[in-house]
């Protein structure tokens, strides 16, 4: 079946360095790719999105792009700051199967970032 | 806008107890869905609404009863519930609950303890 597999965390930054959370998929169709963020004692985001191999997305500094030839969705951002610290999740979403439209989350990335 | 409210923010009850959650998004959207998440884990898929029909009950306990009750409001009702139930449930809608490029927002949740 499908799934998501990202880098265990957590992951620890001084501010202004630069970020990279690991993300690859298996899935069996064209499935769209998602990054998710979750603040303390908050509900889930969305921070960026792609629908389709090459795609990049793009949002608040972060960004990520649907590699299907690696089947990865790695995201980065150049200079984090204290207020990304979060946990990160990476899903997708394949069209099959039951529920078309359900999300196949990793198990989190939690990011602390240091001033 | 693409804002989904839950109330209450916060729920303690007793296992004889019987209360309810409530989600509401005004997107238009015609797919929701509850989630359960557990500490340090990813969101857990509970139910999915497609126009206001249940298709998808992931082996849910009955002491978990979804309702529908138009297209812009979800509850989950609740009772009997066990220690074990703890968790942060989170709402979701989407557009539809087909296409893989659709996007899932989330509500902020509701922190729930059984005693």
């Known amino acids: 079946g499908d799934s998501v597999t990202q880098m265990e965390g957590p992951v620890t930054l001084s501010e202004e360095a630069f970020l990279t959370i690991n993300c690859t998929y298996t899935?069996?169709?064209?499935?769209?790719l998602f990054w998710y963020v979750q603040y303390p004692g908050e509900g889930l985001q969305l921070l960026l999105k792609?629908?389709?191999?090459?795609d990049k997305g793009s949002n608040k500094g972060f960004e990520a792009t649907y590699r299907k030839e690696t089947t990865s969705f790695h995201l980065e951002k150049g200079s984090v700051q204290v207020s990304d610290s979060a946990v990160y999740f990476c899903?997708?979403?394949?069209?099959?199967?039951?529920?078309?439209?359900?999300?196949?989350f990793g198990k989190g990335t939690k990011l602390s970032v240091k001033p | 806008d693409t804002e989904v409210t839950q109330t209450p923010k916060h729920l303690v009850m007793g296992m004889t107890n019987k209360k309810s959650l409530k989600c509401e998004q005004h997107?238009?959207?015609?797919?929701m869905y509850w989630y359960k998440q557990k500490a340090k884990k990813p969101p857990e898929l509970m139910f999915v609404?497609?126009?206001?029909?249940?298709?998808i009950n992931e082996s849910v306990p009955s002491r978990f009863s979804p309702e529908c009750p138009n297209s812009s409001l979800l509850n989950l009702h609740l009772h009997a519930l066990q220690p074990e139930d703890s968790a942060l449930y989170l709402c979701?809608?989407?557009?539809?609950?087909?296409?893989?490029?659709?996007?899932?927002?989330f509500g902020p949740g509701t922190r729930l303890t059984v005693l």
């Open positions: 979701a809608s989407s557009q539809f609950d087909g296409p893989s490029t659709d996007t899932q927002y």
């Open positions: 899935a069996t169709g064209y499935p769209s």
């Open positions: 792609a629908t389709k191999a090459d």
């Open positions: 899903a997708l979403s394949d069209g099959l199967g039951g529920s078309q439209g359900n999300l196949i």
């Open positions: 997107m238009g959207h015609r797919a």
């Open positions: 609404y497609s126009y206001e029909k249940l298709s």
